[in-house]
């Protein structure tokens, strides 16, 4: 028990012990804080309390900076176990990084609540408008990168809401700002966004080639973890158009990309997207197999306190 406790405040005593934490060295708590999130052997709420003793001491050196930093971090511990929670953390990060003008910091809470509204909540005009305004401060930072990766994204958003015009001028407009860039691997996500836009219209065969180009330029990037997002919108395309071999050849292939240990959103895309395939062509023996492996891991995601839908 006594192990435990020093484990979890731990990162306090980081904090405590640094004489030059002080409103000009703002990121002295970082490693108190990757100490308490990382911290495998506490609870979600020690973690939280751990943050929040963080904090008070924060406010009594009166570093603002550092103190949106650990709203930052509280807010990514709640986006996949209480989504709703991490929208008023991630505000009150916000207020706190305005105050020193921190204005990468608080583009970057602005796209977090995006995602939040887009990934957890599905309240896509909601994420719109976050993206539109973590957007306009990276244009008033002059981050051309950033606007090209919150552009893409944005492009995505807006097809979700029916603006489909409009997402595929941005998604555009991304990749331009990419290739400037010389960022390959932005290119290759902006064409993966482009490909979703489609896939968001049932449009299969420009969906299908435009996957295509991103997953050829993440092959040659070497990106298992993106090979293996594309493979999975490949396989619920192919099996609405009833592209039978594919689909095995496509599932095939994650199976053997799964153990690079993809994060978890990952995999469960691909359980999800097998099973069904399997239930569209009664083969009840694959059927039973990925039932059996989505149960698994809905099971173990749920006892971590993250929400499935």
């Known amino acids: 028990m006594r192990n435990l406790i020093c484990i979890m405040y731990f990162g306090l005593a980081c904090l405590i012990s640094a004489p030059s934490l002080n409103a000009q060295n703002p990121f002295d708590a970082d490693s108190a804080l990757v100490a308490i999130i990382s911290n495998a052997e ?3 709420q020690q973690k939280t309390t751990a943050c929040l003793k963080l904090d008070s001491i924060a406010i009594a050196i009166g570093n603002q900076e550092v103190r949106g930093n650990i709203y930052a971090r509280l ?3 709640n986006f996949n176990t209480n989504p709703s929670l991490a929208i008023p ?3 009150t990060a916000i207020i706190l990084y305005k105050k020193v003008d921190n204005k990468p910091w608080t583009a970057f809470s602005y796209l977090n609540i995006g995602s939040v509204f887009d990934e957890k909540l599905k309240v896509y005009d909601s994420a719109v408008y976050y993206l539109n305004l973590s957007y306009l401060l990276w244009i008033e930072i002059g981050d051309t990168t950033q606007q090209a990766n919150i552009l893409k994204y944005l492009g995505l958003l807006k097809a979700k809401t029916g ?3 409009e997402g595929i001028k941005d998604v555009r407009l991304s990749i331009d700002l990419f290739k400037k860039s010389t960022f390959p691997q932005g290119v290759a996500v902006a064409y993966f966004d482009l490909a979703g836009i489609w896939d968001v219209q049932k449009n299969s065969d420009s ?3 435009y996957y295509g180009v991103a ?3 993440q092959t040659q990037n070497a990106d298992s973890f993106r090979i293996a997002i594309i493979n999975n919108k490949l396989i619920e395309i192919y099996r609405r158009i009833n592209n039978q071999q594919a689909c095995k050849t496509l599932i095939s292939e994650n199976e053997k990309l799964l153990p690079e240990k993809l994060f978890w959103s990952v995999p469960l895309e691909f359980y999800t997207n097998a099973l069904k395939f399997y239930e569209t ?3 009840s023996k ?4 990925y039932q059996q492996k989505r149960e698994a891991l809905v099971s173990k995601l749920k006892a971590d306190g993250i929400q499935i839908e």
Do not use: P, R
């Not at 694959?286 to 197999?289: A, C, F, G, L, S």
């Open 281 to 283: 062509i009664a083969d």
């Open 75 to 77: 807010a990514g511990l």
């Open 42 to 44: 506490t609870s979600q």
């Open 89 to 91: 953390y991630y505000k």
């Open 215 to 217: 997953k050829q330029m």
């Open 163 to 165: 603006q489909f015009e």
């Open 286 to 289: 694959n059927v039973k197999i």
């Open 207 to 209: 969906a299908l080639y």
